[in-house]
């Protein structure tokens, strides 16, 4: 018997929403945008309402200066869409593994009182699809009070552990609304040297974490020579499609899941939601599982690639603040860096250009004040920039400091060095 969904419209849906809850709001192309402005509209009858969520797309009106008494922001990670308020006092950050996210739900250190969350309509059976986003979702869902969901008929129906009985469900509203896009860009000649280097240490059989930008799809497009990759990540887009095509990416040396693609979210094209519609080759599965470090150390030869902002000559890595301002978020650098560093021929990997758009150098003596370490220099391993590969692991500082200069840009390496020797002495 097809499930019965107890639709409304958006503004009796969110006044279930009270002053003091704290409201979840679903991931990335899964931002409910109709229920947040809805939300939002109620604003002068709410007070002191927490709302927290992982990355998001789109705009958040709640982040309105004019909306401070109403609205309460404290997100655990920091796109674009709302780093310039958080930066001006609007709103909270909560520095945190992605892979731990839902044990703040879980053990009711976070409890959620409403989720706002975008799902398929159910099917034959009565379940909805979490789509391409399951990452910290779930457990927030299974965790709240009440769960609100806009149901649109263009969600992906995607396998792995995002399907929920709508009978979770405690209001629904019909939304019929294309995914949010992120289209690919171009590949630079700097990103495409990088992708060069890191394309260099991943061996066949490998499983692969990555992201997306210009370096992760630099790094794909110089991997279709390989042979049997498998992808257990955090999240994957449009880049990863060439290389299944292709018969690269099978999965089939993969300890956890073979033959699938592992992923907590997926963004990118119309094109990747249509790869992932009813696809049994990938498994959606909660960030507790991707990014825990033992699982991910089962797979063979666990190559993970991640980005930093600066690093300086002994090997601390800062991937989420430049300076005090708070650029992004910890994610889960730390959760793969550590699982591919204990994964068997694992290789943990930072890869980014030498230089900043204006010139300052991303290899830096000392970080700047007031930056986070995101990956300490204990764990470091593979540094890459377009000037070639460091291996920092097992080497000292001077040695570090050493590789590291040299494939900083050539501009910034007499600078470099002399910072170095004054640290160290000779070198």
Known sequence: ????????????????????????????????HVLIDAMVARASDL????VCHIHTEGPLPYLDKKYRDAFKPNSFFIGANMRKQLNQGIGDYVPV??????????RKVLPIDVALIQVSPPDAHGFCSLGPSVDVSLAAIRSAKYVI????????????????PASLLHAAVEVDAPMYE??????????????????????DGATLQLGIGGIPNATLTELIHHKGLGIHTEMFSDGVIDLVERGVITGEHKTVLPYRIVSAFVMGSQKVYDFIDDNPGVSMKQASYTNDTAIIRRNPKVTAINSAIEIDITGQVC?????????????????????????????????????????????????KEGAGVTTTRAHVHYIVTEYGIANLYGQNLRQRARALINIAHPDHREELERQAFSRFGSF
């Open 47 to 50: 007070k002191d309402v927490e």
């Open 319 to 367: 991937a989420d603040t430049i300076g005090t301002y708070q650029y992004s978020g910890v994610g889960g650098q730390m959760d793969f860096v550590r699982g591919a560093s204990l994964s068997e021929g694992g290789k943990p990997i930072i890869a980014l250009p030498s230089i900043t758009s204006k010139g300052q150098s991303k290899i830096v003596p000392f970080l």
């Open 97 to 106: 593994f992605l892979s731990e996210v839902p044990l703040l739900f879980q």
């Open 182 to 203: 992120v289209l690919p860009g171009e590949i630079s000649a700097e990103d495409r040297r990088i992708g060069q280097y890191v394309a260099s240490l991943v061996e």
């Open 1 to 32: 018997m097809p499930a019965i969904l107890p639709f409304t419209t958006p503004e009796q849906a969110v006044s279930a929403i009270q002053s003091g809850n704290r409201v979840f709001i679903h991931s990335v192309s899964q931002t409910p």
């Open 149 to 164: 969901a806009q149901v649109n008929p263009r969600v992906p129906r995607t396998h792995g552990d995002g399907l929920i």
